[in-house]
């Protein structure tokens, strides 16, 4: 257990958890670990006392009652909370009630209260969490119209090659990008962009005409739940029809340069005769 929390601590300061301050709320990003702190300042022993971490005022995060509670068999706790809570056993001893949430989702944003409800006076700590996302690819987190992975098609044109992206039912309305291999943003006409009716989402229309051989990347992003989702295409063009050469014109300057060089010769040796 000693080993066990020294291992836990080491990789809590390796993953940069945040720790509360007095004030400020604790921030963390999606994915991390998160320290909730609730300590008495008479730092008296709570092995044999109650308290309980609450979200919100209604979800039950956490609740120890001596030596009792969630991790060991005790039911109540809310499903959001299961198996990614856990208090500091060794810190009992010295008033620290603060507990660690593992894995740290955005929805579980919120006010923290750590209560000791059979303290006299009772004692009750506030504490805000706020857990930033990051852009993935959510499709698999059921968030109603979080947009599926684009359609890609390409065309080759005269100017070089049409790539087109389709985006069917995002909502709320997503961002559409065109990107190369390096990240830069490829200019691109919205051809086409709709709400359906009765919120079925925006279909979105995006192209974009390229002149160099790489991957391009169609990147759709709704920042507002996170999510974001992409297809890519390769795309192979000659280096030649990137300067802007058609077959046609080298054939047809090969061909200039021939006659050039025939009718010098029929004159230089027209000279010559008549020199003669
Ligand atoms: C309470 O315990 C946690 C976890 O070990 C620790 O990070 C925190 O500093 C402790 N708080 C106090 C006031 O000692
Ligand atoms: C937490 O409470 C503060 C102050 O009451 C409020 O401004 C804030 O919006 C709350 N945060 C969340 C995530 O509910």
């Given amino acids: 257990m000693e080993l066990l929390s020294v291992a ?59 030596g009792k509670h969630y991790n060991n068999g005790r039911e109540g706790q809310d499903e959001q909370f299961k198996g990614r809570v ?38 009750t700590f506030h504490i805000e969490l706020v857990v930033g996302g990051i852009l993935k690819d959510r499709r698999n987190e059921s968030i109603p119209g ?4 684009p359609y890609v098609t390409t065309l080759k044109t005269k100017d070089g090659m049409l790539l087109q992206c389709e985006v069917y039912g ?6 559409v990008e065109w990107k190369d291999s390096a990240g830069n943003i490829i200019p691109a006409n919205e051809l086409q962009v709709s709400e359906r009716e009765r ?21 759709v992003t709704q920042q507002d739940i996170d999510h974001q989702i992409y297809a890519e295409t390769y795309v192979a063009l000659s280096p030649l029809s990137r300067e802007g050469f ?18 010098g010769c029929l004159v230089l040796v027209r000279v010559r005769h008549r020199i003669r």
């Fill in 8 to 66: 836990c601590l080491c990789l809590l300061t390796w993953s940069g958890v945040t720790s509360a301050d007095e004030r400020g709320p604790v921030v963390v990003t999606e994915g991390s670990d998160a320290v909730l702190q609730c300590s008495l300042s008479t730092k008296q022993n709570i092995e044999k006392e109650l308290f309980d971490w609450k979200k919100d005022f209604q979800k039950e995060v956490f609740l120890y009652d001596a």
């Fill in 86 to 123: 856990s208090h500091f056993q060794d810190e009992l001893k010295h008033g620290n009630a603060s507990i660690i949430i593992r894995n740290t989702k955005v929805a579980d944003s919120g006010n923290y209260t750590c209560d000791f409800p059979r303290l006299q006076p009772r004692q």
């Fill in 146 to 149: 979080a947009a599926q992975k």
């Fill in 170 to 175: 995002a909502f709320p309305k997503p961002t």
């Fill in 199 to 219: 919120g079925g989402g925006y279909d979105i229309i995006l192209q974009a005409t390229v002149t160099k051989t790489d991957t391009f990347r169609c990147v």
């Fill in 246 to 263: 058609s077959t046609g014109s080298i054939v047809a300057a090969v061909l200039v340069t021939f006659f050039l060089t025939v009718i």
